[in-house]
T-cell receptor, first 112, second 111 residues
Framework: AQSVSQHNHHVILSEAASLELGCNYSYGGTVNLFWYVQYPGQHLQLLLKYFSGDPLVKGIKGFEAEFIKSKFSFNLRKPSVQWSDTAEYFCAVNEGFQKLVFGTGTRLLVSP | DTEVTQTPKHLVMGMTNKKSLKCEQHMGHRAMYWYKQKAKKPPELMFVYSYEKLSINESVPSRFSPECPNSSLLNLHLHALQPEDSALYLC??????????FGAGSRLTVL
């Protein structure tokens, strides 16, 4: 079964700092990869996705992620975080056609 | 309409009660999902409906009973729950194999 690891459980940054959140998945082959964000009190929203093509994917709000197949990784980056980026971030990978497996999540706190 | 609407937002029930959670989408999505999210944990898949038929049941206890009356609606019937079933229940929908759109969730407390 597919599993997803997010190495950073809690990250604290100051505004304007750069962000990189790690994500590794266990199963090779064809995968669809996602990053979702959950702002405090809000529902899960899609930040970006990778299905195929260019391994560098750009999402909303200045986020991007890079798919490195050889490393089974899909790390999330943002060059300069804002206070409004405070949220929980989940990496997710499909298992089969219909199941989405989530990582344990990373809580990001950005201090103004 | 690009939303998944879940009702109620909050539900408190006793262990002998019967209640239902409801989910609705009008995006024409043919797959609908129930996820359970405990505090500080990731969402865990419970059920998937594809074209209104149950296609995945992740070994969920029978006290949770899903129902998909039509392509826009998904229900989760609850009966004889335990306190450890207290969680945020998330509904999602998608076209098959595509991105999931999540609702805001129903926060369930079982006393």
């Amino acid at each position: 079964a597919q599993s997803v690891s997010q190495h950073n459980h809690h990250v604290i940054l100051s505004e304007a700092a750069s962000l990189e959140l790690g994500c590794n998945y266990s199963y090779g082959g064809t995968v669809n990869l996602f990053w979702y964000v959950q702002y405090p009190g809000q529902h899960l929203q899609l930040l970006l996705k990778y299905f195929s093509g260019d391994p560098l994917v750009k999402g909303i709000k200045g986020f991007e992620a890079e798919f490195i197949k050889s490393k089974f990784s899909f790390n999330l980056r943002k060059p300069s975080v804002q206070w409004s980026d405070t949220a929980e971030y989940f990496c997710a990978v499909n298992e089969g056609f219909q199941k989405l497996v989530f990582g344990t999540g990373t809580r990001l706190l950005v201090s103004p | 309409d690009t939303e998944v609407t879940q009702t109620p937002k909050h539900l408190v029930m006793g262990m002998t009660n019967k209640k239902s959670l409801k989910c609705e989408q009008h995006m024409g999505h043919r797959a609908m999902y129930w996820y359970k999210q405990k505090a500080k944990k990731p969402p865990e898949l419970m059920f998937v409906y594809s074209y209104e038929k149950l296609s995945i049941n992740e070994s969920v206890p029978s006290r949770f009973s899903p129902e998909c009356p039509n392509s826009s609606l998904l229900n989760l019937h609850l009966h004889a729950l335990q306190p450890e079933d207290s969680a945020l229940y998330l509904c999602a929908s998608s076209q098959l194999g595509q991105v999931l759109t999540f609702g805001a969730g129903s926060r369930l407390t079982v006393l």
